[in-house]
């Protein structure tokens, strides 16, 4: 694992459009990883290009996906296709005084490299507990774990987060200073991924709810 705390740039990675938005932080990289539970991967197959989305979860400076044998995304990637990874985190709209100057604030991650497949089957359960640690602390104890057929059925895939590129913009409306005296309302609008109440299924009975499920929408 890299223990260095900066991600160092490449020439992919390095951000050209707004630079001074660029973060070399690996810690907010294993954040931003962290806080999504969703990314983008694009990848060519067959003469094609395709961008599918999928879970994914981090372990050290390791980015995880899994998915069936028979997926035409897993095949190319365990094939050793170049990958593209995308998340976006969006944390507000920016609303100028011109409609050219509007904005988002938001920190996003985009990764560059090849797969490779987890072989034994220790090592893919290993991280699938650690997928569903993401999902909830805990729940790996509960929850029944795969079985051999189902292992068997299931690739577990990795990607190193040596080469990424961290983008972070968190700023105020940036108005030109002909349009500072318009009377339009200026300033951001927050957005944030809320916890709502969870929905039991009719098949608990009388299953004691877990502490990770009572406090959820804490």
Not at 8 to 18: A, F, G, K, N, V
């Amino acid at each position: 694992m890299n223990q260095s705390t900066t991600v160092s740039p490449t020439d992919r990675t390095t951000i050209r459009r707004l630079p001074e938005l660029a973060n070399h932080d690996r810690a907010t990289l294993h954040r931003i990883v962290d806080e999504a539970y969703v990314c983008h991967i694009a990848f060519g197959a067959d003469d094609d290009t395709h961008c599918i989305p999928t879970a994914h979860w981090r372990s050290g400076d390791y980015l995880y996906i899994h998915g069936s044998n028979g997926s035409r995304m897993i095949k190319a990637l365990s094939a050793g296709a170049q990958a593209c990874i995308a998340m976006t985190l969006l944390d507000g709209l920016v609303l100028a005084k011109s409609a050219f100057s509007h904005s988002m604030n938001y920190r996003s991650v985009v990764v560059y490299g090849r797969f490779e497949p987890l072989q034994a089957s220790a090592d893919k359960l290993a991280a699938l507990d650690a997928f569903m640690d993401k999902i909830a602390r805990g729940r790996k104890h509960e929850a029944r774990p795969g079985n051999g057929k189902e292992i068997n059925a299931t690739s577990v895939l990795r990607i190193s987060l040596a080469e990424a590129a961290v983008k972070v913009s968190a700023s105020l409306p940036s108005d030109k200073p002909e349009d500072l005296e318009l009377a339009v309302w200026a300033g951001v609008l927050p957005l944030r991924m809320a916890h709502a109440m969870p929905i039991p299924a009719e098949t608990n009975g009388s299953v004691a709810v877990p502490d990770y499920v009572t406090g959820w929408a804490d």
